[in-house]
């Protein structure tokens, strides 16, 4: 049957759309179905096959604008938590955490809304079931992250039995081939061409800089010629340095690169 109000609370405004509430005689609050339903994207038709019969019902008398004549829609709280429940739009739970941090507040501060010793069945449940599906979606993104990092650490625990085998440096070559395993543009070319566009090797041959050496990133290679002469001296990967690369040119935003390489 039809429940009587006894006031009018303000309206609320969730981005841009109104939220209006009322009390009953018992000092508990309702809300404008239709303006739960636009929100949340609930047809206001749908309401009474969702909701059990304390829950929704109409208003007999209301002391805002007439509504054509018609008596609104109303919802109880335990009724409007159902419907975020049910919402599949995204901000649902963004307006569930707005009822609950400033509406209801709001409400209670007017003196509108008695504060009750004990939260009725229907309205532990509403909250219970929220709670739980906040930490089912919190378990969900831990997972996801978890797997991430599994994901970052494998290359590397690979990298790590290559380096078990010779002498803790890697290279160049032999880090690219392992670089592709996460990244398939991390071609030897375009290992040297961050390098050099970082200006951790010289620009014209395969030496490492000082900019590289001193952090432990690249480990000079002189290279000593059947005839006793020196070679060229060239860069090879240290553990370090194959772990910096992979944070800041694979998984970073910094990519330092040369005009031309891919």
């Known amino acids: 049957m039809p429940k009587t109000l006894t006031m009018v609370s303000e309206s609320f405004d969730f981005h841009g759309r109104q939220l209006r509430s009322l009390t009953d005689e018992q000092g508990a609050p309702w809300f404008i179905a239709k303006d739960a339903c636009t929100i949340l994207g609930t047809d206001t038709r749908d309401v009474r096959k969702v909701l059990?019969?304390?829950?929704?019902?109409?208003?007999d008398t209301i002391h805002i604008a007439q509504n054509g004549g018609k008596s609104p829609l109303i919802i109880s709280e335990p009724g409007l938590y159902k419907l975020i429940l049910r919402s599949r739009k995204p901000e649902a739970k963004e307006f569930q955490r707005w009822v609950s941090h400033e509406v209801l507040p709001a409400i209670r501060r007017t003196?509108?809304?008695?504060?009750?010793?004990?939260?009725?069945?229907?309205?532990?449940?509403?909250?219970?079931?929220?709670?739980?599906?906040?930490?089912?979606?919190?378990?969900?993104?831990?997972?996801?992250?978890?797997r991430d990092e599994l994901d970052r650490q494998r290359?590397?625990?690979?990298?790590?039995?290559?380096?078990?085998?010779?002498?803790?440096?890697?290279?160049?070559?032999?880090?690219?081939?392992?670089?592709?395993?996460?990244?398939?543009?991390?071609?030897?070319?375009?290992?040297?061409?961050?390098?050099?566009?970082?200006?951790?090797?010289?620009?014209?041959?395969?030496?490492?800089?000082k900019k590289a050496v001193q952090?432990?990133?690249?480990?000079?290679?002189?290279?000593?010629?059947?005839?006793?002469?020196?070679?060229?001296?060239?860069?090879?990967?240290?553990?370090?340095?194959?772990?910096?690369?992979?944070?800041?040119?694979?998984?970073?935003?910094?990519?330092?690169?040369?005009?031309?390489?891919?």
């Open 52 to 59: 059990d019969p304390d829950e929704v019902t109409n208003v």
């Open 155 to 209: 290359p590397l625990a690979l990298m790590g039995e290559a380096f078990v085998n010779t002498d803790g440096t890697m290279s160049v070559s032999q880090a690219a081939r392992h670089f592709q395993t996460i990244d398939r543009r991390m071609t030897r070319d375009a290992v040297y061409g961050i390098l050099r566009g970082g200006g951790y090797v010289e620009v014209r041959s395969n030496a490492p800089t």
């Open 215 to 262: 952090p432990g990133y690249l480990k000079p290679i002189t290279p000593i010629k059947a005839n006793g002469k020196t070679g060229r001296q060239y860069a090879r990967f240290t553990a370090k340095g194959v772990r910096w690369f992979i944070d800041r040119y694979i998984y970073g935003t910094q990519q330092g690169r040369l005009e031309g390489v891919a």
């Open 111 to 146: 003196g509108t809304y008695a504060i009750q010793p004990a939260d009725d069945d229907m309205t532990v449940l509403a909250k219970a079931q929220l709670i739980a599906q906040n930490r089912l979606e919190q378990q969900g993104r831990l997972i996801a992250a978890q």
